[in-house]
């Protein structure tokens, strides 16, 4: 069983930056997904972005050179969330997960991942 507690989320102006970690325990095989969902008000959950175990990244479209997913290492102990130039629409609670399968872009349904954090909330205001 895999443990996920994520942190960093704060309330920021709109063009700041935040970083978001997500500590990572318990079992981890060699093939894995590592990714950031985030909620926005009335709105669904969506992964914004993604990382692999060959450490390949795949990002929404909303996110896409702004945001940059990195890990701690191959291990997959942390994952981090980079954020920069924040809009007021990245406002929502951000939410790591897993899965113990190597494919790994965007966009994958909230169903493929097992593990989840407790998410971190993110507030942009213009």
């Known amino acids: 069983q895999v443990q996920l507690v994520e942190s960093g989320g704060d309330s920021v102006q709109s063009g700041g930056s935040l970083r978001l970690s997500c500590a990572i325990a318990?079992?981890?095989?060699?093939?894995?997904?590592l990714a950031w969902f985030r909620k926005a008000p009335g709105k669904e959950r969506e992964g914004v972005a993604l990382?692999?175990?060959?450490?390949?990244?795949?990002y929404t479209d909303t996110v896409k050179g702004r945001f940059t997913i990195a890990r701690h290492n191959a291990d997959a102990t942390t994952v981090y969330l980079e954020m920069n130039s924040l809009k007021a629409e990245d406002t929502g609670m951000y939410y790591c997960?897993?899965?113990?399968?190597?494919?790994?872009?965007?966009?994958?349904?909230?169903?493929?991942?097992?593990?989840w954090g407790q998410g971190t909330q993110v507030t942009v205001s213009s």
């Open positions: 997960a897993t899965r113990h399968l190597g494919y790994c872009r965007v966009p994958l349904p909230v169903r493929e991942f097992p593990s």
């Open positions: 318990g079992y981890m095989n060699e093939f894995y997904c």
């Open positions: 990382i692999g175990n060959d450490g390949r990244t795949s």
